[in-house]
């Protein structure tokens, strides 16, 4: 097997056998990789880089809205609108080439990633 594949089959071994909170963690740290790469593709003017990014992007939101469960707690009806807003603003910003709003979502993202992996780790510690 070549070096790439190797790599592919590591990483799908890791998407496999990892926990929910696993999962949520590697998707919002995704999602924070490419709202950086995405945003700073949009500076420099890359515009091919930067689609590819905030389409990934996007396709992440929509993965981490379908799999909210809106009845599990009473913060998910809020979070799912965010998401919403989130994904009308990546679309947005891919078209209007708006590297400030990318950043605004980044910015409400990063925090919310900090939280959930505070919440894993007392999950596992507890």
Do not use: F
Not at 118 to 125: D, F, I, L, R
């Amino acid at each position: 097997m070549t070096a790439p594949h190797l790599r592919d089959r590591y990483l799908q071994d890791s998407i496999n056998t990892a926990s929910p909170g696993k999962l949520l963690l590697m998707l919002y740290d995704r999602l924070v990789l490419d709202l950086m790469k995405g945003e700073e593709a949009l500076r420099t003017g890359e515009r091919e880089e930067s689609h590819e990014r905030l389409t990934h992007a996007q396709e992440i939101v929509i993965e981490l809205r379908t799999s909210l469960d809106v009845d599990a707690w009473s913060g998910a009806p809020a979070l799912a609108n965010l998401y919403g807003w989130m994904l009308t603003e990546l679309i947005g910003a891919n078209i209007a080439r708006d590297a400030d709003r990318v950043a605004a979502c980044r910015a409400l993202v990063e925090p919310l990633r900090d939280a959930w992996r505070e919440a894993a780790a007392a999950a596992v510690a507890g």
